[in-house]
T-cell receptor, first 113, second 110 residues
């Protein structure tokens, strides 16, 4: 099993729909992150959480919300999807000491039509 | 504002040569810097971390340098192979989260 599992892998949704992307990790790390990647723009941080009771906005949080249901689970929601949220979304986890790098999931390719 | 610059043009080299990728940053004093590999449509994979008090780090065919005066990191792959073809991202780290560069694509031809 992968260390970081994202579901779904691909999703097409309509404008205005609410959608949730799920992420779970088996690394036992406290820190979890959601990034968005667009061609030519690199990875942009949406939200991050350093423990179950800690949620922080990243650089592009507008239009998104998150929930940290447990140490191992961190979900991202688009309350009302719009076409410019079409992107590749990655969840990641890291240790609190930052001795090692981030472990990323395989990504969710989201298309909003 | 913080800025990370990686060469946006792809680097084309022949198999067996050394590839050198550059990461420059401004308005930043990172405590460490990480390098990742990303294949198309897949999540980045961590390669190496170097701390501000380290000049150089090696792992197999990979070598990273970190010059905090120049605000630059160099990433080298020696004896490059076609399987090394990918996009390489640098990520200077502070005390909370990582910010990633846009990456440089490396193409190694046989």
């Amino acid at each position: 099993d992968a260390d970081v599992t994202q579901t779904p892998r691909n999703r097409i949704t309509k404008t205005g729909k609410r959608i949730m992307l799920e992420c779970s990790q088996t690394k036992g790390h406290d820190r979890m992150y959601w990034y968005r990647q667009d061609p030519g723009l690199g990875l942009q941080l949406i939200y991050y959480s350093f423990d179950v009771k800690d949620i922080n906005k990243g650089e592009i949080s507008d239009g998104y919300s998150v929930s940290r249901q447990a140490q191992a689970k961190f979900s991202l929601s688009l309350e009302s999807a719009i076409p410019n949220q079409t992107a590749l979304y990655f969840c990641a986890t890291s240790d609190s000491d930052r001795l090692y790098g981030y472990t990323f999931g395989s990504g969710t390719r989201l298309t909003v039509v | 504002s913080q800025k990370i610059e990686q060469n946006s043009e792809a680097l084309n080299i022949q198999e067996g040569k050394t590839a050198t990728l550059t990461c420059n940053y401004t308005n930043y004093s990172p405590a460490y810097l990480q390098w990742y590999r990303q294949d198309p449509g897949r999540g980045p994979v961590f390669l190496l971390l170097i701390r501000e008090n380290e000049k150089e780090k090696r792992k197999e065919r990979l070598k990273v340098t970190f010059d905090t005066t120049l605000k630059q990191s160099l990433f080298h792959i020696t004896a490059s192979q076609p399987a090394d073809s990918a996009t390489y991202l640098c990520a200077p780290g502070g005390y909370s989260t990582l910010t990633f560069g846009k990456g440089t694509m490396l193409l190694v031809s046989p």
